[in-house]
């Protein structure tokens, strides 16, 4: 469950790739890609399901498990004109993806791969599916969690940051267009402070990140005003040391999920930990 290479083609999570010209083909009239991730080259929709609130179960090491929340399903097909792609590839350029926004991979079969992301208040599950060498299925079960459980975790925020040097960190809030850390914001703080006090070489960027909408430099100066007010958070109110947490804003420039919809707005607004 660790990163792989990445394979020919990977896919990238930050933008919807175009179908290749020679084998283009219409998608599914009301389908679009889920704003987490994108579809792999050449392939279209071949049809799609959205349902508000259902059950979905997930193919885990101890066998399905159900998981209940806001149920999307999109089915894809590469035409027979284009080439053929495994069923690993396909898995692969998923479980790649996934790893490289913070997520876990569940359970990774032969037929099948279960991945799991939190971001905001969500908690998303992913199922890719392939079915022969032209088609799969991707399953997203968008599970709302109580406030009180996104919150960050010192032991998990180590584990990503030692993985791929970065982590987003759930829990932090600020009030629309505001630079202030919410008072609710404290439990994550706090986690934070105690990553960095049980591991005392550790020196972090803490970087801030807006979605794209309203003017890029207002965007990127609210995002820097906004990493500040952690680390200021972090020093005044936990002790820590300034020369460990140096602050940066990147506003809207390093997005997680297409800016075309509200929920992919939802996952570009966020707080990071970039080891240094």
Known sequence: MRHRALLTLVMTVTAVLAVHVGYAQEDRAGCTDHPLVTRLPDFYIDGCKDEKFSSYKFMTPEGRKPVEGHLISISYKRPNSAPEMSGLEMIRNYTNAVEAIGGEVIYEGGYAATMKVVVGDREVWVEVSPYGKR???LDFVEKQMMAQQVVADAEALLADLSRAGHVVVNGIYFDTDKAVVKP?????????????RDNADLKVFIVGHTDMTGDLAHNLDLSERRAAAVVEAL?????MSADRLAPRGVGPLAPVASNDTEAGRSLNRRVEIVKR
Do not use: D
């Open 135 to 137: 088609a799969y299925r």
């Open 184 to 196: 609710e914001s404290e439990a994550a703080l706090s986690e934070i402070a105690t990553l960095l």
């Open 235 to 239: 020093v005044a109110g936990h002790g």
